[in-house]
């Protein structure tokens, strides 16, 4: 497995990926307009991608042949992992631990970092849980993004 970076490309595989995820969402929200179109205040996804790609703040990991099996986002202004996805067809600890391992590469460690993460009791969902807090996230508050419901979960720093 490899990790690269997400380019314009590789936004038709991100779309499908988020999708995927769409089902879980629609258990607390039934439109997901906000959450892909954005509004006055909040960025488009396809705009949050694009942003993500320019400043080289988004990473995949690919096989040998270039598919995709998972995607990360991360913000190093808010010291945060914006956007973590694993295509369910694949082995969500061996991609999530490289991808989670990588992101963590390039935040500082040495501040709080910080994730959030969809409610639901899906195992999907509940796999990625449990690795985040393999890797010492633990629940910090319940929030909003995009109209959906999150847990906000920190990984306090190594000082």
């Known amino acids: 497995m490899i990790i690269k970076n997400v380019c314009l490309d590789d936004i038709p595989s991100w779309i499908l990926l988020s999708e995927e995820y769409d089902k879980y969402v629609k258990g607390s929200v039934s439109d997901l307009s906000l959450w892909y179109e954005g509004n006055d205040t909040l960025p488009s996804f396809d705009v949050y991608m694009k942003s993500k790609i320019q400043k080289n703040e988004a990473f ?39 991808l989670l391992e990588h992101a963590i590469s390039k935040l500082d460690e040495n501040a709080s970092i910080r994730i959030n993460e969809l409610k639901s009791n899906s195992e999907h969902i509940q796999k990625s849980y449990t690795l985040l807090d393999k890797f010492g996230f633990n629940y910090l508050c319940d929030d909003l993004e995009h109209g959906v419901p999150v847990n906000c979960l920190e990984r306090k720093s190594n000082n």
């Not at 690919?62 to 598919?67: F, L, S």
């Not at 956007?83 to 600890?93: R, V, Y």
């Open 60 to 98: 995949m990991a690919i096989n040998d042949n270039g598919e995709c099996y998972g995607i990360i986002a991360i913000s190093p202004l808010r010291n945060s992992i914006t956007f973590f996805g694993i295509f369910h067809k694949h082995d969500f600890n061996t991609v999530g631990e490289i």
